[in-house]
């Protein structure tokens, strides 16, 4: 199967924010059962994941639960170390940065986490959780100055000036996520790494939330890397699309061609379960079943890591690992269906 895009890249920069090159970031785990001096297995959270990011771009990620765009998060921001590949940001490499180096890159790459309250200190009135980067990055600021920076951001995301004595307890969860949105804004990054931002908020709050992130973004020119498992979501937010699988990363491209011409047959899966606002065409759309559980990640098939429930399977795809080729809107990792190159 064959299909081709020819959506104009004309108006992206030439030099990426963030490039991201074979990634691979494992963990040991100890197995029930095993004894104390059996080595433990390794489980592939991240497979060789590659892809870049322009200043001013969101890139959506999506995947099954399990399938390591948490992880991936964590290691572009530094909770996670990678093992292997290349993280360039502004053509400074990341992967085995010192501990100085990353701090201060950190500045320039915030993240949003999924559960608002939980991501906030309990203890602290949301002053001093917004204030905190700021103290941290620049400890002789004077406190006014940091009271009046505080206030501004949290005019910014539609936080009341007056609530900056408040806790956490005090607001919904919608208020709880905007804290989060304003302790990342602070220090003014350039990537903001949103994880899962909207998932825990109901369908309302879900868009006032969406509709800042994006008011924010045309702004401040900021770039975001944004999470969900909400295909709806990515549809409206994301510039591009990285859909990943057991670690993998399966097919990438700009909006209109991954969601107008789906090829890889797990992205196909995954946009035939998106509900239609039409309720005729959501009856007689097909959906399209993915049989058989999971792999494991400790113990990933051989050659594709979808073939063991792809239904175009065949021997070669448990010969060769499919790698994403195509051309620079569109690119699949799929030896059975491939987006042909234009010249």
């Not at 201060?104 to 309250?117: C, Y």
């Not at 917004?130 to 539609?158: C, F, H, N, W």
């Not at 007689?284 to 051989?302: F, V």
Request: hydrophobic fraction near 40%.
């Amino acid at each position: 199967m064959m299909t081709q895009i020819t959506n104009s890249s004309a108006s992206q920069p030439k030099t990426p924010l963030l490039k991201v090159r074979d990634v691979h970031t494992t963990f040991n785990i100890k197995q029930k059962g095993t004894y104390f001096w059996q080595k433990p297995a390794t489980l592939k959270a991240v497979n060789g994941v590659s892809f870049e990011i322009f200043a001013g771009e969101t890139l959506g990620v999506v995947g099954e639960s399990g399938c390591g765009k948490s992880t991936l998060a964590r290691t572009i921001v530094g909770l996670i170390e990678a093992n292997s590949g290349s993280i360039l940001f502004n053509e400074e490499e990341l992967v085995g940065a010192s501990k100085k180096t990353m701090r201060m890159k950190r500045k320039d790459i915030q993240m949003i986490f999924q559960d608002p309250l939980a991501s906030l200190n309990p203890r602290m009135t949301v002053g001093d959780i917004i204030a905190e980067p700021l103290r941290t990055y620049y400890p002789k600021m004077k406190k006014g100055d940091v009271q009046s920076e505080v206030r501004e951001i949290m005019k910014k995301v539609g936080l009341l000036p007056n609530q900056i004595n408040r806790y956490p307890h005090e607001f919904s969860g919608g208020q709880c996520q905007r804290i989060g949105i304003a302790r990342a804004l602070i220090l003014k990054p350039r990537i903001i790494i949103c994880d899962e931002p909207v998932s825990a908020l109901d369908v309302s709050i879900q868009a006032q939330v969406i509709n800042l992130l994006q008011d924010i973004q045309e702004e401040m020119g900021l770039a975001l890397i944004f999470i969900a498992h909400d295909l709806s979501v990515i549809k409206h937010i994301a510039d591009r699309v990285l859909v990943m699988y057991l670690g993998n990363a399966v097919e990438l491209g700009v909006n209109k061609a991954v969601y107008g011409n789906p090829t890889h047959p797990y992205t196909q899966a995954l946009m035939s379960a998106v509900p239609l606002p039409d309720p005729i065409a959501e009856r007689n759309k097909t959906i399209q079943l993915l049989e058989g559980d999971l792999p494991s990640p400790i113990n990933p098939p051989s050659g594709c890591a979808f073939r063991t429930r792809c239904p175009l399977a065949d021997e070669e795809c448990a010969q060769i690992k499919p790698v994403l080729e195509g051309n620079i809107n569109h690119r699949v990792a799929c030896l059975k269906n491939k987006v042909e190159v234009i010249s």
